[in-house]
């Protein structure tokens, strides 16, 4: 009998494979808008996920008409989906399906700009306060991508009420994080006037909320602000804003102002670049938080790059803190520092430049020798920038010894300079670039690595 009984369920479970397969297959023959309409409620979430990667496509194949009267009906069932994956998906084609829908079947729809005005911007809206954080992620960027439809006149109606309402919401915290970061990005669409009104207020509020989160984005996101609105207004509504946050008791927000410090640096004048903000770049590698001594190191580069733009000459207090990386070897966390140095290198070489190169020189030859190879290696790759940078007597006098030191090294050193060689040596006299094409030929006779050997051959 117990024989019998296993036989007889084997067709039982090929019934039920069949069933599933039956059950979760779709219809292939379908067109793709009709195959929209009958499995956007399928009870298969990966189903629904596929659905909505492809609808942007399938808008494209059904056309601007069906598009409107048949595919966005179904776009609320998606931004209330139980599956996250579906959100998230949708928030990623909310954009290039609004851009469609915009812009219709001759570049222009105005049925299809009230969508992007009724339908796209609620949505991507509602899709910000997402519990789950990629959803509410990849609606920030849809959201910011959407804005850049809507029609200048029109911004104040539709943008920054939606801007106001996230700034003053004051149940969830998140809508505000939201609404400061949405402030700086949106600043080049709204422009100088609107931003001066109606955007610079809320900055300030957000500036000084209870939640530290918001603190932290403002401090993250003031840069494009600055720039819309110019230096002299930068300097005087949101400089103030900026220099509290950089002594703010959590040290979330002063590493997010350190992390900033070059954005703006790049908005305000001359004058607050050299004095008000390079006082508080100190205090940042003084600080009690290592963080936030750490951020201000690494962005030590970009913000002295920030002085070449300016224009206005690079504080040699600066230049000397940016060298003295090259020689800090402390183990932890700050043995990246010689690292951020020499990534930065060919920048802050160019931004002083080479009249003031006896500055730089002792970190450079300090560097060269590094034990960390990720140091050599990235000093190897820029070496061609930087002489061109510094010119043909420094190049033949310094940047030499670190050539002949990295055709020695790693191949993953070497391969460095070995890409970027015809480069290099065109900076050098005819007599100088004799002799290292010469000392390329003996590295082809000793090296074993194929790589370096094909890419000395194809240099030379």
């Given at each position: 009998?117990?024989?019998?009984?296993?036989?007889?369920?084997?067709?039982?479970e090929e019934d039920d494979d069949e069933?599933?397969?039956?059950?979760?297959?779709?219809?292939?023959?379908?067109?793709?808008?009709?195959?929209?309409?009958?499995?956007?409620?399928?009870?298969?979430?990966?189903?629904?996920?596929?659905?909505?990667?492809?609808?942007?496509?399938?808008?494209?194949?059904?056309?601007?008409?069906?598009?409107?009267?048949?595919?966005?009906?179904?776009?609320?069932?998606?931004?209330?989906?139980?599956?996250?994956?579906?959100?998230?998906?949708?928030?990623?084609?909310?954009?290039?399906?609004?851009?469609?829908?915009?812009?219709?079947?001759?570049?222009?729809?105005?049925?299809?700009?009230?969508?992007?005005?009724?339908?796209?911007?609620?949505?991507?809206?509602?899709?910000?306060?997402?519990?789950?954080?990629?959803?509410?992620?990849?609606?920030?960027?849809?959201?910011?991508?959407?804005?850049?439809?809507?029609?200048?006149?029109?911004?104040?109606?539709?943008?920054?009420?939606?801007?106001?309402?996230?700034?003053?919401?004051?149940?969830?915290?998140?809508?505000?994080?939201?609404?400061?970061?949405?402030?700086?990005?949106?600043?080049?669409?709204?422009?100088?006037?609107?931003?001066?009104?109606?955007?610079?207020?809320?900055?300030?509020?957000?500036?000084?909320?209870?939640?530290?989160?918001?603190?932290?984005?403002?401090?993250?996101?003031?840069?494009?602000?600055?720039?819309?609105?110019?230096?002299?207004?930068?300097v005087a509504k949101i400089f103030p804003?900026?220099?509290?946050?950089?002594?703010?008791?959590?040290?979330?927000?002063?590493?997010?102002?350190?992390?900033?410090?070059?954005?703006?640096?790049?908005?305000?004048?001359?004058?607050?670049?050299?004095?008000?903000?390079?006082?508080?770049?100190?205090?940042?590698?003084?600080?009690?938080?290592?963080?936030?001594?750490?951020?201000?190191?690494?962005?030590?580069?970009?913000?002295?790059?920030?002085?070449?733009?300016?224009?206005?000459?690079?504080?040699?207090?600066?230049?000397?803190?940016?060298?003295?990386?090259?020689?800090?070897?402390?183990?932890?966390?700050?043995?990246?520092?010689?690292?951020?140095?020499?990534?930065?290198?060919?920048?802050?070489?160019?931004?002083?430049?080479?009249?003031?190169?006896?500055?730089?020189?002792?970190?450079?030859?300090?560097?060269?020798?590094?034990?960390?190879?990720?140091?050599r290696k990235t000093l190897s790759y820029?070496?061609?920038?930087?002489?061109?940078?510094?010119?043909?007597?420094?190049?033949?006098?310094?940047?030499?010894?670190?050539?002949?030191?990295?055709?020695?090294?790693?191949?993953?050193?070497?391969?460095?300079?070995?890409?970027?060689?015809?480069?290099?040596?065109?900076?050098?006299?005819?007599?100088?670039?004799?002799?290292?094409?010469?000392?390329?030929?003996?590295?082809?006779?000793?090296?074993?690595?194929?790589?370096?050997?094909?890419?000395?051959?194809?240099?030379?």
């Amino acid at each position: 009998m117990l024989g019998t009984r296993g036989l007889e369920e084997e067709p039982f479970e090929e019934d039920d494979d069949e069933f599933l397969f039956n059950e979760y297959s779709i219809d292939d023959t379908l067109d793709s808008i009709t195959r929209l309409e009958r499995y956007h409620g399928s009870d298969f979430s990966l189903q629904r996920m596929v659905l909505v990667r492809d609808i942007t496509d399938t808008a494209h194949e059904a056309g601007h008409e069906q598009t409107l009267k048949r595919l966005l009906p179904l776009l609320p069932a998606f931004v209330n989906d139980a599956e996250p994956a579906v959100r998230q998906e949708l928030a990623q084609q909310m954009y290039p399906l609004a851009e469609f829908v915009c812009n219709g079947s001759d570049g222009n729809s105005e049925d299809g700009y009230q969508e992007v005005l009724n339908s796209f911007l609620p949505f991507s809206i509602e899709l910000l306060s997402d519990r789950n954080s990629e959803v509410g992620s990849a609606a920030v960027e849809a959201l910011f991508k959407v804005c850049t439809l809507v029609r200048p006149e029109q911004f104040e109606a539709h943008v920054l009420s939606v801007i106001q309402q996230l700034a003053h919401d004051e149940r969830v915290e998140d809508y505000r994080v939201v609404a400061a970061e949405l402030c700086n990005e949106l600043a080049p669409l709204l422009g100088k006037e609107l931003c001066l009104a109606k955007i610079v207020p809320e900055v300030q509020q957000l500036a000084d909320d209870q939640g530290f989160s918001v603190r932290k984005t403002v401090a993250a996101h003031l840069g494009k602000l600055c720039k819309t609105i110019g230096p002299e207004e930068a300097v005087a509504k949101i400089f103030p804003l900026y220099e509290t946050l950089s002594k703010d008791m959590i040290w979330g927000v002063r590493k997010a102002c350190a992390e900033s410090i070059a954005n703006i640096s790049e908005a305000v004048t001359p004058d607050v670049r050299q004095n008000k903000l390079t006082d508080i770049f100190k205090s940042f590698l003084e600080d009690i938080s290592r963080w936030v001594r750490v951020a201000a190191s690494m962005n030590l580069g970009p913000y002295l790059f920030t002085f070449g733009e300016g224009p206005g000459p690079c504080p040699a207090s600066l230049v000397n803190l940016f060298t003295k990386m090259a020689f800090d070897t402390e183990n932890g966390t700050e043995a990246d520092y010689p690292e951020f140095c020499a990534y930065n290198f060919p920048a802050v070489a160019k931004t002083i430049g080479r009249e003031r190169w006896n500055e730089l020189e002792a970190a450079y030859l300090q560097m060269i020798k590094a034990l960390q190879w990720k140091v050599r290696k990235t000093l190897s790759y820029s070496l061609h920038e930087t002489a061109k940078i510094v010119g043909r007597e420094i190049t033949e006098n310094v940047l030499t010894q670190a050539f002949e030191l990295f055709l020695g090294d790693l191949d993953d050193v070497r391969l460095g300079c070995l890409r970027n060689v015809k480069e290099f040596l065109e900076v050098m006299g005819p007599e100088k670039r004799e002799y290292y094409i010469q000392a390329m030929c003996k590295v082809i006779e000793s090296v074993e690595s194929w790589r370096v050997r094909m890419v000395i051959g194809g240099a030379l």
